[in-house]
C-alpha cells in the first residue's frame, strides 16, 4: 500500500511511520494530506554521523548523500508539530517521551 492509500483511507487514529527517506519525494496531494493531522512527529538526530556509522553506510556513497539530504529536509520540520530527538534514548524512551508530549497537550 502507498503513502498515498494509507493517508486516504485512514479513519482512525493512528501512528504511521513515513520513513526518512519517503520525505523526499513527497508530493503536493500527499504534504496537504499530512498537514490535516493534529500530531507529526518528528524523530530526528543531532548526531547524523552516528546514525550513518550505526547503518554501516560508507562515506561518499550515494546512500549517504540520501540520508544527509533527507536529514536536511526542510519539509521535514514545516510538516512537523512537533520534535524529538533521539539521541541516547531508547525505544521505549521515545515512546514515553511521544505519549507524555500528547498527554500534556491535551490538558492545555
Same mark, same amino acid.
Given at each position: 500500500?502507498?503513502?498515498?492509500?494509507?493517508?486516504?483511507?485512514?479513519?482512525?487514529?493512528?501512528?504511521?511511520?513515513?520513513?526518512?527517506?519517503?520525505?523526499?519525494?513527497?508530493?503536493?496531494?500527499? @504534504?496537504?494530506?499530512?498537514?490535516?493531522?493534529?500530531?507529526? +512527529?518528528?524523530?530526528?538526530?543531532?548526531? #547524523?554521523?552516528?546514525?550513518? *556509522? /550505526?547503518?554501516?553506510?560508507?562515506?561518499?556513497?550515494?546512500?549517504?548523500?540520501?540520508?544527509?539530504?533527507?536529514?536536511?529536509?526542510?519539509?521535514?520540520?514545516?510538516?512537523?508539530?512537533?520534535? @524529538?530527538?533521539?539521541?541516547?534514548?531508547?525505544?521505549?524512551? +521515545?515512546?514515553?517521551?511521544?505519549?507524555? #508530549?500528547?498527554?500534556?497537550? *491535551? /490538558?492545555?
Amino acid at each position: 500500500m502507498t503513502l498515498n492509500n494509507i493517508l486516504e483511507y485512514l479513519t482512525t487514529p493512528s501512528i504511521i511511520d513515513i520513513g526518512a527517506l519517503n520525505t523526499v519525494g513527497l508530493n503536493d496531494i500527499s @504534504i496537504n494530506k499530512i498537514k490535516q493531522f493534529k500530531n507529526i +512527529i518528528l524523530l530526528k538526530s543531532k548526531d #547524523l554521523k552516528s546514525i550513518l *556509522k /550505526r547503518r554501516n553506510i560508507e562515506q561518499n556513497s550515494d546512500l549517504e548523500r540520501i540520508y544527509i539530504e533527507t536529514h536536511q529536509n526542510p519539509e521535514n520540520r514545516h510538516l512537523s508539530t512537533q520534535i @524529538i530527538y533521539v539521541d541516547n534514548k531508547t525505544p521505549e524512551e +521515545i515512546v514515553n517521551e511521544i505519549i507524555n #508530549l500528547n498527554c500534556h497537550k *491535551k /490538558r492545555h
